[in-house]
């Protein structure tokens, strides 16, 4: 099988899109995209509801920070700390509706200058490095890639980013049972409506999980065709 084939098969994005989330050394590397995603959901919700976005901070050992000034209370707030969490699959979602409609190209350069955005609001070093690699990489691709490639990566992406969802909810439970500080996302979440965090968490995973069902369906009509 030469490389025009290899790019040809419609498995080839959603193998390596797992592989990118299931493969322990792969994921060390690709969490921090992850992440990256994981606060701007949080500081576009900020944005949308009305709370003034003050800055964001990654981290390397993949944890990050959003801080936002507004009410302290309300579904404001509430919408902003559950955004986190749901920010990759509505990214995988968005994708995968991007390749159907046929705006790959136009996704590429959506998500070039939503990077662009975010460095005004990079409050470290780490974090300007991670979003000047992940805006090298969709650059590359926009520019360089032909239009073949540029399908994949983005069906690609969008399988990794649909994967990533759950897993990372997945990992929200065992952070909250090795941490004594209530500091998650599903924490804040409970103080501000009284809903358990165990709840909070189980719902996260649910709505994670149903977002990689519009991929999957994707994926069988491929296979029936």
């Keep these: ?4 084939q290899l790019l040809e098969s419609r498995w080839l994005p959603t193998v390596v899109g797992a592989a990118l989330v299931a493969v322990p050394t792969a994921w060390h590397y690709t969490r921090h995209a992850v992440t990256l995603v994981h606060e701007l959901g949080h500081a576009g919700v900020a944005v949308l509801t009305g709370r003034r976005l003050n800055g964001i901070r990654l981290h390397a050992d993949t944890s990050g920070l959003t801080v936002s000034r507004g009410k302290p209370r309300g ?16 990214v995988g979602l968005a994708l995968i509706g991007a390749v159907h409609a046929g705006w790959v190209q136009e996704a590429l350069w959506v998500a070039l200058g ?8 990079i ?7 991670v979003v000047l690699l992940a805006g090298a990489a969709v650059g590359l691709t926009a520019y360089r890639a032909d239009p ?3 399908v994949r990566v983005v069906e690609t992406a969008a399988w990794f980013w649909l994967l990533a969802g759950p897993r990372t909810v997945v990992e929200l439970f065992s952070h909250r049972r090795r941490s004594r500080t209530a500091t998650s996302d599903a924490d804040v979440l409970a103080r501000l409506t009284h809903v358990p ?3 909070w968490n189980l719902l996260l995973l649910a709505l994670t999980l149903a977002a990689v069902w519009p991929a999957v369906e994707r994926l069988l009509d491929y296979g029936a065709d």
């Design 114 to 121: 939503l990077l662009a955005l975010t460095l005004v609001f």
């Design 148 to 150: 073949l490639w540029q």
């Design 1 to 4: 099988m030469d490389l025009t």
């Design 75 to 90: 579904p404001g707030m509430v919408a902003t700390a559950a955004a986190g969490y749901l920010a990759p699959s509505t």
């Design 197 to 199: 965090a165990v709840v």
């Design 123 to 129: 409050r470290n070093g780490f974090g300007l490095l």
